[in-house]
């Protein structure tokens, strides 16, 4: 099982940056996956998720009318595309099943390295 994001970056307020998270392993395309981001200090919060089709994602408010996702199955990889970052963006970006719903043999345990992503001001 592995699940690589990367794309993170140092960034200054109001640019952008494009995400991906490649999947192996694991039934990737039999799950609704999000992206997920932990700042220093707090705890890891969901900030988009996307179901299996990719017909479907929810935002976190905080990042909604900023940030996409999206998904190919073909290559088992999601993305994140953040627009008009902000400072309180800062965090370690990770992607995951959404354990908000139904899993299909996708570990519980499991958390790849991350990719930082770091938004001056």
């Known amino acids: 099982v592995q699940l690589q994001a990367s794309g993170g970056g140092l960034v200054q307020a109001g640019g952008s940056l494009r995400l991906s998270c490649a999947a192996s392993?694991?039934?990737?395309?039999?799950?609704?996956v999000a992206w997920y981001r932990q700042a220093p200090g707090k705890q890891r919060e969901v900030v988009a998720t996307?179901?299996?089709?990719?017909?479907?994602?929810s935002y976190a408010d905080s990042v909604k009318g900023r940030f996409t996702i999206s998904r190919d199955n073909a290559k088992n990889t999601v993305y994140l595309q953040m627009n008009s970052l902000k400072p309180e963006d800062t965090a370690v970006y990770y992607c995951?099943?959404?354990?908000?719903?139904?899993?299909?043999?996708?570990?519980?345990?499991?958390w790849g390295q991350g990719t930082q992503v770091t938004v001056s001001s």
């Open positions: 995951n099943a959404d354990f908000s719903g139904e899993l299909r043999g996708w570990p519980l345990d499991y």
């Open positions: 392993g694991i039934r990737f395309s039999d799950n609704d």
């Open positions: 996307i179901t299996t089709s990719g017909a479907s994602a």
